[in-house]
C-alpha cells in the first residue's frame, strides 16, 4: 500500500492543540477515503531548545527528510525571545527552510464569506479577493553574511542582501504556473528604482515571462503593492516577491482579510515534498486553554492533500467540512462575535471531522 | 529683516502645478503675517534630466544648500523610467537626502474628518488614527554597495544593508523628541530575529530610550507592524525605522487613512533645515489639466512653517484655512465623492488663499 510518511511538529504555544485536531482529520481521511498515513512527531522550535539544546535538532531534520510532507503548528515564545541567536526558534524556522530546501512560500489569502465582517477593510472593497503570495524562502537578506564591526561612528552593523539568476528562475517560474491555474495576473514586487537585486530581479521575471505569454505580468514597486493591496486587494490574483518583502506583503495581505486565524500555507521545494502550515503564530497568550482555532491548521492539511499528494477529493471534503461547520454558525473565540457562544479548540475539530 | 530663502523644486508631472499654489499661500504669508520669502526655483528630477542631463545638477544642489528649506512638487514619469540608474529620478532623490544630511523622514498620517469614507478601512477602525512615521533616510540598504557578479548559479546580484551606531541614535533621538511632543508612545519597527541590524537598531534604541523614561517604547516586528497598521491603526502615535521598512510602512499608513492626496512630509537633517513635500508622486496621468490637488503640498508649506521657522501661527492659519474650503464641501476629483462637481488645482489653491 502506498503509506504516505508526514512529519509532524507541534511545537510551541498553541502549536500541540491546534495540530492534534489536524491529526484526527488524517485519521478520518484514512478511514473515509482508504489513504493510509504514517505520522512520526518530531521537536522542533523553543521545545526543542528546551529539551535537546538546539532549535532544530538533527533527529528533527531527519525525520522530516525521510517524509513526504512535514506538518508544522507554531514556534516560539516569550520565553526564547531574549536567547542568543542560536538558541532562538526563529533560527530553526531558517535552518530547516536551507536544510529541506523550501525556496517557495505559497501564502493563499482570501475571504471567508462568513467572517467578511471580521476584516477592517469594507466589504465592498474586500468582495471578491483572492489572491496568492508566493514569497521566496531561502535567499535575499535572511540568509546573506551578517556581521559587526567597529567604525568611527560607533559598531556597525551588516547584513547582506543577495540573489542570482537561478534562485529568482525557480521562483518566478512557480509562480507562473500557480497564475496559470488560476485568473493568470501576476504581479511581481520589487524596489528596481533601488535595489540592485531587484532589478536582477525585474529581468529575470521579465526573461521567464516569455514562456508564459498567456499570463498577464505587472511590475509594482513594494511601497506601493503595500498600498494597493490596501486600495484594491481583489485586483490582485498572484503575487511573487522576495524573502523580505513577501514576509511583509504577505502578512498585510492576510490581516486585510480577517480571516488570519483561517488561513494555511506551504513551503515548497523542487518536487513534491512540502511543509504544511498555518500563517497564525504560536499565541502564546492562549496556549493551553483549549481556546484556540485548529482551523488553519486543518486546512493546511487540505493544502497538503492538493500540493503534495494529489488528494484532491480528500482536500474538497476537508475544506467543505470547515465551511459547512463555519456556515452553521460555530466560532471559536478568536472569530466569534459573541465570545459568550464560542467553541473551543476540541469541540470545533470534532465538528470538522464529523462534517467531512 | 528676517528673509527666509525658500528654494523651489517644481519637478515632474503635477509637481509644477501643485507647487504654483504652494507659492501663492507662501505670497499671502507675507501679506497676513508680515513674514518675508525668498524663492529660487532649480530643477531636479526627470525635467533635470531632459535639460542638464542629470536628475541632480550641481547648480540645485547650491540653491538648496544656500536656502534655509527647499519646497519639492514631485519627481518622475514613466518618460525616465527605463533610463540607466545615473539618469532616473530617483537617483536624484537619494542623491539630494544624501547631500544635505537629511537623515529624517517625518510622515504624519492622519484623518480629515470630512475624508474619512475615503478609506477603505471601516470608520469605526479609523476613529482617532493620528500617527507619525519616522523613517531613516540616508543609511541602510538604499546606500549600501551594491554590484553584481558571476556565479556557478548565473549573475548575481547584490546589496549591502548597514547601520552604525551613530545613524541609529540620531534618528531614534528624534523619534522619542516627537513622541515626547505627542501621546508619548513609541514603536520601534525592525525585524531583530532575523537581522544583524535590527539587533543593533534595537539594542540602541533601548540604550537611547533610558534618556526618555516618559516615552512608552515597543519593539515591533516588521511583518506584525504591517498587520497592526490594519487591525489597530489608531493604536500608533509615532513609529520609528530604517529606510525601507520606513519606506513600505509609512506608504501603507499613509494609504490607510483614505488621505494620501491630502498628506504632508519633512525631511530633516541637524538643526532646522528641512525638505519639504507631498506624500504622493508626480502622477503623470492627470498631470497638465488643472485638476491635481495641491492640498499635500500647501499642508508641505504649513510643515515647513512649523518644523523649520517656527512660524505656527501662520501654519496655523493654512490648516484651518484647508479645512474650512473642505468643510464647505469643495473638492478635487481626486476626493470628490460626486466627480462632476469637482473643482481644478487653481480654484482650490485660490479658495485656501482665500480662507487663510
Ligand atoms: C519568525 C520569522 C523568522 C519568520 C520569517 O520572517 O520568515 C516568520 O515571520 C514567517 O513569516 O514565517
Ligand atoms: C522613489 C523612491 C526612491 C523613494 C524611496 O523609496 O525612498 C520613494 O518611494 C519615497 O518614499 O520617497
Redesign the interface.
Known sequence: ADVKKIAVIAGDGIGPEVVAEAEKVLKRTEELFGYQFETEHALFGGIAIDEKGTPLPEETLKVCQSADAVLLGAVGGPKWDNNSKEL?P?TGL?GIRKALGLFSNIRPAFIFDCLKEAS???PE?LEGTDLIVVRELTGG??F?E???RE?A???????????????I?RIARQAFDIARTRRKKLASVD?A?????S???RETVNRIAVDYPDVELEHVL???C??QL??RPSSFDVIVTEN??G??????A???TGS?GMLASASLGEGSFGLYEPVHGSAPDIAGQGISNPIATILSVALMFRLTFGYHEAADSIERAVKEVLDAGHRTGDIAVDKRSAIGTLAMGQLIVDAM
Open positions: 532562538r526563529e531558517l477592517t477593510l469594507k472593497v537578506i535572511y546573506g551578517k556581521f559587526r567604525t561612528n560607533g559598531q556597525e552593523a551588516v547584513d547582506t542582501c543577495a540573489y542570482n539568476v537561478t534562485e528562475e524596489k528604482n533601488v535595489l540592485e537585486t532589478r536582477l530581479w513594494v511601497d506601493n503595500a498600498m490596501l486600495r523580505m518583502f514576509d511583509i506583503l504577505s502578512d498585510e492576510a490581516m486585510l488570519i
